[in-house]
C-alpha cells in the first residue's frame, strides 16, 4: 500500500496487488463486448494489418481515430500567449479550457495561464453573455492584465453567440471601471468543428492585428520588417530565427513571441513573461515588410497583410533545413540590402560537413512522418536533403493547396514513385500503411508511441505535442542550427537502431562504429 514514507510513481504503483485485483475483476464487466474472447481478439487483430482491412480504413469517414490533430481555441490561445501582459480568454466552456492548459503545459512542462467564462447548461440554452459580461470585468479586475484576447468554443459558437455585441455589452455595462473603452479585446470565433488549431492560430492572429492597428497608419513607412512565427511549439526556433535576423542587422517585430511564457525560470512565478509589446504591435501596420515563417498557419493574416496594411513586401518563409534557411537569410538580405555575415556563412558550412558526415546513415532510409502542414514542408525537405525516402507523409489538417505542394517536394526524389501523400488521414491510417508498406523509422508526436508498440517501428520524438519526452521543445528546428538538430536526432536513432540489430555475439556483431 502507498504511503508518505513510501510513494511509488505510477509505472511501480500499479503494479501492487490492490491495483492488480481491481485490474483483474475489471474483466467480469467487459465479457459483454467480447473482450474477453481472446483468440477473436487476436484474430481482428490479424485482419487489421492487412491490404484487405487498410482499403476498408481508407473507405472510413464517419469517424477519426487517433486524431493528429487539435481544435481551434488551442491556436487562438498561443497567439495570445504571445503579446506582452496579454490573458486568453474562451467564451465557452471550462472542460475545453482545461485541456488547452493541460496541453500546451504538458508539453511545454510550464504552467499556462487561460481563463473562461464556463458556460453551461443556462448559457446553452440563453446564450452566453451574462457569463462574457461578467467573466471579462472578473478577468480584468484580478489578473490585471494590458489586453484580454477572446476566442471561443464549440458550445457558443453551436449557439451562435456574437463575440462583438457581447464585448461591447461587457464594456457598457462596465462603465469604464475595470473595462475602459480603450483597454484592448481583440477577438475571433474559432468553431473547433472546422479546420484546427492552425486555424484558430490565424484567425486569432488576424482578429488581434487587425484591432491593434487599427487607425495606426502613418506616411512614413520604417525600415523594420514583421516576422510572423506561426503555430510554432518549438521556442528553441523562435529564438534561432531571432539570432538570424539580429545577425543579419535587421530592425524587426516578432509578432506573437511565446518564447519566454513558455520558459520561465527557477524563483517567484509570474503570470506572465516576455511577449510582443502592446505599442510594437500597433506600429507594425508601418514596417516595411511582413514575413510569416508558416504560410499554411497565416493565410487570412497574410491576405489582410498584402491588401490592407500595404506593406511593401508580404511573404512566407520556411527557415527549416538547409535551403530553407537559406532562401530565409537571402530574404532577409534582399530586404535589409545588408550582405550575409561571415559568422552565418561558417554556420552553413558546418552544417553541411555534418550532413556529409551523416549522409550514408540517413541515405535510402525509409520515413513516415506526421503533423502540421507548415512542420512537414520543414522536415520532409530536410529529409530529401539527406537522401532520405519520407515514404508515408501524412497530414491531418491539410489546407488546400498543401497536398500539390507536398507532391511537388516528393516529386524531386529519385525515389518518388514510393512516396505517399495522405492529407486528411489520421494516425489509425498511419497504422494501415505502416503494416502494408513498412518504413524503417517513424518522425512525429506522442500520439505515435502506440504505432511504435503495436508495430515496431521506431519513434524519432519531433512535432507537437510531446509529453512522454523532455526538453525538446527548447532546442531550434529551425536555421542552421535547427537542422543540425534534426540531424543529430535523427543519425543517433538510426545509430541506436543499427546497435540493436547488430548485437548478436558471433552472428551480427560484425559491424559496429566503436573501435578501439
Ligand atoms: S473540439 Fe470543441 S468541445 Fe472539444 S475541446 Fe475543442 S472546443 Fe472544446
Known sequence: MQNVDKIDNGKNLFQHPEYRDVLANKKQFEGAWGAIDKEKVA?????TTTWDYREKNL????????????CQPLGAVMVALGFENCMPYVHGSHGCVAYFRSYFTRHFKEPTPCVSDSMTEDAAVFGGLVNMKDGLKNCAAVYKPDMIMVSTTCMAEVIGDDLYAFITAAKEEDGGVDLPESFPIPYAHTPSFVGSHITGYDNMMHGTMQQLTEGKKTEEVKDRINIIPGFETYIGSIRAVKTIVEKMGADYIMLGDHSDQWDMPAGEYNMFAGGTK?????????SKATISLQKYA??????????RWKSKESTTCNPVGLKGTDEFIMKLSELTGNEIPAELK?????????????YPYMHGKKFAIWGDPDFLIGVVSFLLEMGAEPTHVLCHNAPRGWEDEMRALLDTSPAKDDLNVWAGKDLWHMRSFLFTEPVDFMIGNSYGKELMRDTGTPLIYMGFPIFDR???????????????????????????????ETKGIATTDYFFDLIR
Open 298 to 307: 497565416t493565410p487570412k493574416t497574410m491576405k489582410m497583410v498584402q491588401k
Open 346 to 358: 561558417i554556420e552553413r558550412q558546418r552544417l553541411v560537413d555534418a550532413m556529409q558526415d551523416s
Open 43 to 47: 484474430e481482428v487483430a490479424e485482419w
Open 278 to 286: 502592446l505599442e510594437d504591435a500597433a506600429d507594425c501596420i508601418n
Open 470 to 500: 523532455h526538453h525538446l521543445h527548447r532546442y531550434s528546428l529551425s536555421g542552421y542550427e535547427g537542422a543540425l538538430n534534426m540531424l543529430t536526432q535523427i543519425t543517433n536513432k538510426v545509430l541506436d537502431q543499427l546497435d540493436e
Open 59 to 70: 473507405q472510413r469517414e464517419a469517424i477519426t481515430v487517433n486524431p493528429a490533430k487539435a
